[in-house]
């Protein structure tokens, strides 16, 4: 299988735990057992950052930055350089504001 294929398959079995298209604007806090997804969801693009909830009382969570790296919907795209920095800022006002320990 290729890896377009395979995250394809693993988009498709996220989509029946989240529904992409009922989630709002800007970022949604999804959780699932032992993690979650933050989605940011901005027109019809989904960026999906995998969280791990955090064994240290320092953070709630850690956020794996590989999140930023493309949509992941409608499809897979790469997120320029520009937009990058730009979520990750929208990322730590939305921290705040949420009083979110984490350590992006």
């Known amino acids: 299988m290729t890896e377009d294929k395979e995250f394809l398959n693993v988009i498709a ?3 029946n735990k989240h529904d992409f298209y009922s989630l709002p604007q800007g970022f949604t806090l999804k959780m699932y057992g032992i993690g979650a997804y933050i ?5 019809d693009k989904i960026l999906e950052i995998d969280v791990e909830w955090s064994g240290i009382h320092d953070y709630q969570f850690l956020t794996m930055r590989e999140g930023f790296k ?10 320029p350089e520009e937009d990058k920095r730009r979520i990750q800022k929208l990322y730590r006002n939305w921290i705040k504001e949420n009083k ?4 992006f």
């Open 39 to 43: 989605y940011f969801r901005e027109g």
């Open 70 to 79: 493309n949509w992941v919907y409608p499809k897979k795209e790469d997120l």
């Open 100 to 103: 979110y320990k984490t350590d």
């Open 13 to 15: 079995v996220r989509r």
